[in-house]
C-alpha cells in the first residue's frame, strides 16, 4: 500500500487556478489498487440503484483512524479507514455509500457550493478535498486531502442539516433495497454512534459532528428499515471484498502481532495469506511474507492485486528485477490501471530500465495525471535519458500538485528556457509558472 497524490478537479490548468487562489493543509489518502478495486465491486450495486455510474464515482480511503465519511465532490465519496476496521459486514459499508450517495443525488452538496459560492467563501475551501502529494524519504508518496485554512467554512461546509440527514437516510436506505442489501446495515453504523451525542464536541467523532445524531433520527432509521423488511441476501462478491478491503487495511494499519494472532478470523483462506504476508513484510521478515504471498498466488493466479502486492515488498527489499517481474505480471492481467502501471514503472527505473520505465511511465499518467509518485519517477526517467526539459516540467507540475507553487516556479521558469516555444509540454510549463506569479503577487 503506497500513499499516492490523488485530485479531483479535472485538468492541470484548473488545478493551478485554485492553488495559486487559496493556501491548503493536507491529509492523506490511502491509496492501492487491491483496495480501490474491492471498493469498487463494494459499492457498484449500491451506486447503480442511486442512479449513479460506479465507473466515475469513485470510493477512496482516508488515512485516519477516526470514525467519518463524507462527499465534498459529485464524483468521489472518502471514508475513514477507522470506520472500515470498526465495521463488521459489507451490509454496513454498502449503507455508508448509500447514505453518502443520497448526499449526491439529493442535491445536498450542489445547494451548499452555491449557497457558499454566493456568499464568497468558496475560497476557504481550498480546493475542496483535491489531494496533495509530497515525497517522502522512504520513496513513498504522501497525498492530502486539500482544504482552506478558514476552519469556519469547513465546519459549515460539512455540517449536514437534520433535515438532509433524515433525507439521506430514507434516500439511501431505497437505494439498499434496490440494490438486494439488508437495509439494516444503516442502523448497525448509527449503533457505532449511539451514546456518543451525550460527549463534548472534542470527544465525539467527525462523523457525529457533521452527521447530527439523534434520538428522532435514530428511531426514523429504525422504521425506515421495518416498513422495507430485511429481503437482501448476502452477496458473496461483496462480502469476500469487504473481508479483503478490511483484512488488507487492517494488516497495515494495526501493529503487526495484532494481525498475525488473529489470521484465523478471515474466513477466506487467501485474505488470510495476504493479510499474513503484509504482516510479515512489516517486520522485515521477507521470505516468510513472499511465502504467503506466493500461497495466495497459487490460488488465484490471475489476480492482478497479489502480484502487484509480490512487486511492492520485492521492491521495498531491493529486489528490482524480480519486482519488476512480479509489477509486469500485474499489468499484464490489468493492464489499464495506473495505480499498477506506477508501481511497474517504478520498479523498472529502480532496475535500471530507464527507457521501458519512462514508456510505462507515461501511460500512467495519461490515465491519471495526480500520482505525485508517479511524477516523481517519470521525472527520474526523462532525466536519465536526457530530455532535461521534460524533467524540470514534470518536476513543477509534482511541486504544483503538493501547492508549493514557488518551488514549482523555478522548475517551470527552467522548462519554459528548455522545451520548444508553442509545444503541448511548453504549454504546461507555463500554465505552472503563471499560476506561480499569481500566487506569489498574493502574499
Do not use: C
Amino acid at each position: 500500500m503506497f500513499f499516492h497524490l490523488f485530485f479531483r478537479l479535472t485538468s492541470i490548468p484548473v488545478i493551478l487556478l485554485w492553488l495559486a487562489a487559496t493556501p491548503v493543509q493536507a491529509q492523506s489518502l490511502l491509496r492501492d489498487a487491491d483496495l480501490e478495486y474491492g471498493l469498487r465491486q463494494i459499492a457498484t450495486p449500491v451506486l447503480s440503484a442511486a442512479g449513479l455510474s460506479p465507473s466515475r464515482v469513485k470510493v477512496l480511503v482516508v488515512n485516519d483512524s477516526s470514525l467519518n465519511a463524507f462527499v465534498v465532490s459529485n464524483d468521489a465519496i472518502f471514508v475513514h479507514y477507522g470506520l472500515i476496521n470498526r465495521m463488521e459486514s459489507a451490509a454496513m459499508l454498502q449503507a455508508v455509500i448509500a447514505h453518502e450517495a443520497a448526499h449526491i443525488v439529493n442535491g445536498h452538496l450542489t445547494r451548499r457550493l452555491t449557497n457558499l459560492s454566493a456568499a464568497r467563501t468558496a475560497s476557504g475551501l481550498g480546493l475542496a478535498l483535491a489531494a496533495v502529494a509530497a515525497a517522502t524519504g522512504n520513496g513513498r508518496a504522501a497525498s492530502g486531502l486539500a482544504l482552506g485554512t478558514q476552519s469556519s467554512a469547513q465546519a459549515r461546509f460539512f455540517k449536514h442539516t437534520r433535515a438532509e440527514e433524515a433525507s439521506a437516510d430514507q434516500s439511501g436506505i431505497r437505494f439498499l433495497k434496490s440494490a438486494g442489501v439488508d437495509p439494516s446495515g444503516m442502523s448497525d453504523v448509527l449503533d457505532l454512534f449511539r451514546g456518543q451525542e451525550v460527549l463534548s464536541e472534542t470527544r465525539q467523532d467527525p462523523y457525529l459532528r457533521s452527521h447530527p445524531l439523534s434520538r428522532d433520527r435514530l428511531r426514523a432509521v429504525e422504521g425506515f428499515v421495518a416498513a422495507y423488511g430485511n429481503t437482501g441476501k448476502e452477496d458473496p462478491t461483496a462480502a469476500y471484498w469487504f473481508e479483503r478491503v478490511k483484512g488488507k487495511l487492517s494488516a497495515y494499519t494495526r501493529n503487526p502481532k495484532w494481525t498475525l494472532r488473529r489470521l484465523k478470523e478471515t474466513p477466506y483462506k487467501d485474505v488470510r495469506l495476504l493479510r499474513e504476508a503484509v504482516a510479515e513484510h512489516r517486520q522485515s521478515r521477507t521470505k516468510q511474507a513472499l511465502r504467503a504471498i506466493d500461497s495466495a498466488i497459487a490460488m488465484r493466479p490471475s489476480d492482478p492485486f497479489y502480484h502487484d502486492q509480490r512487486g511492492q515488498i520485492l521492491i521495498e527489499t531491493r529486489n528490482f528485477d524480480a519486482s519488476a517481474a512480479a509489477y509486469g505480471r500485474a499489468v499484464q492481467l490489468s493492464p489499464n490501471d495506473a495505480l499498477l502501471l506506477s508501481g511497474y514503472g517504478r520498479a523498472l527505473l529502480a532496475a535500471g530500465k530507464v527507457t521501458q520505465a519512462k514508456g510505462v511511465l507515461e501511460k500512467a499518467r495519461t490515465i491519471d495525471f495526480r500520482d505525485g509518485s508517479m511524477l516523481r519517477d517519470l521525472s527520474v526517467a526523462y532525466a536519465k535519458s536526457g530530455q532535461t526539459g521534460m524533467a524540470a516540467l514534470v518536476t513543477a507540475e509534482r511541486y504544483a500538485l503538493a501547492g508549493r507553487l514557488s518551488d514549482a516556479g523555478i522548475h517551470a521558469k527552467r522548462a519554459v528556457g528548455l522545451l520548444p516555444t508553442g509545444s503541448g509540454p511548453w504549454q504546461r510549463a507555463q500554465d505552472v509558472l503563471i499560476a506561480s506569479e499569481r500566487a506569489a503577487k498574493r502574499r
